[in-house]
């Protein structure tokens, strides 16, 4: 059963448009969330990561928003610029609760290929 | 050059051969995680470790072996490599004091099993 959803396989925007990447979850005991960004015959990197505790994360050009009751979180990217085309994955984790057993383990979701055309 | 590596990074078998994926960090990083990524999956944990000595079963560890003599050091092993273990392999570790568990991940080795 896929704990962590990304129903989106491919998304396509305009340069200087905004890109919106969602993710949703089945675990209320998630309470950590981290978004990675992936090049191709390259390892995903990490881009930017949620508190539950919070409702919103901003850094730069990309925004985090989470949706506890929904068990939703979405990335923004304003504007999209051409580098960010990029598969990207949003993760989740459990590590203060005894779920992940503090493991530090993550749980991805499937990602979703993002193309900003110049 | 500090970081986390994979060897090798492209790799051709046969079917039932014996293979083994190394993974190098200098970070010191006491977690070390093993993913396989494929269309449609994302990224699924095969196994994981806490420490030297220390390994657990992730999501699909089937086929696979692993092992944590060195902090430094976790190499994945498919003992009869099958078709079905065609894929890019992630190695990644983290540190119970980095924020929210980040995982840093190496550049991946792609595997074909013939």
């Known amino acids: 059963d896929q704990q962590v959803k990304q129903n989106s396989p491919s998304l396509s925007v305009q340069e200087g448009r905004i890109s919106i990447l969602n993710c949703d979850y089945t675990?209320?005991?998630?309470?950590?969330f981290l978004w990675y960004k992936k090049y191709p015959a390259e390892g995903p990197t990490f881009l930017i990561s949620?508190?539950?505790?919070?409702d919103k994360n901003e850094d730069g050009r990309f925004t985090v928003f989470l949706n506890k009751s929904a068990k939703h979180l979405s990335l923004h990217i304003v504007p999209s610029q051409p580098g960010d085309s990029a598969v990207y994955f949003c993760?989740?984790?459990?590590?203060?609760?005894?779920?992940?057993?503090?493991?530090?383990?993550?749980?991805f979701g499937q990602g979703t290929t993002l193309q900003v055309k110049p | 050059d500090a970081g986390i590596t994979q060897s090798p990074r492209y790799k051709i078998t046969e079917t039932g051969r014996q293979v083994t994926l190394m993974c190098h960090q200098t970070?010191?990083?006491?977690?070390m995680f093993w993913y396989r990524q494929d269309l449609g999956h994302g990224l699924r944990l095969i196994y994981y470790?806490?420490?030297?000595?220390?390994?657990d079963k992730g999501e699909v560890p089937d086929g696979y072996v692993v092992s944590r003599s060195k902090t430094e050091n976790f190499p994945l092993t498919l003992e009869s490599a099958t078709r079905s273990q065609t894929s890019v392999y992630f190695c990644?570790?983290?540190?119970?004091?980095?924020?929210?568990?980040?995982?840093?991940f190496g550049p991946g080795t792609r595997l074909l099993v013939l």
């Open positions: 470790s806490a420490a030297a000595d220390i390994t």
């Open positions: 993760a989740a984790s459990a590590h203060r609760l005894k779920y992940s057993g503090n493991t530090g383990k993550l749980i």
């Open positions: 949620i508190s539950s505790i919070k």
């Open positions: 990644a570790s983290s540190d119970p004091g980095l924020r929210g568990w980040n995982q840093y």
């Open positions: 675990n209320s005991m998630f309470d950590y």
């Open positions: 970070w010191s990083h006491s977690y």
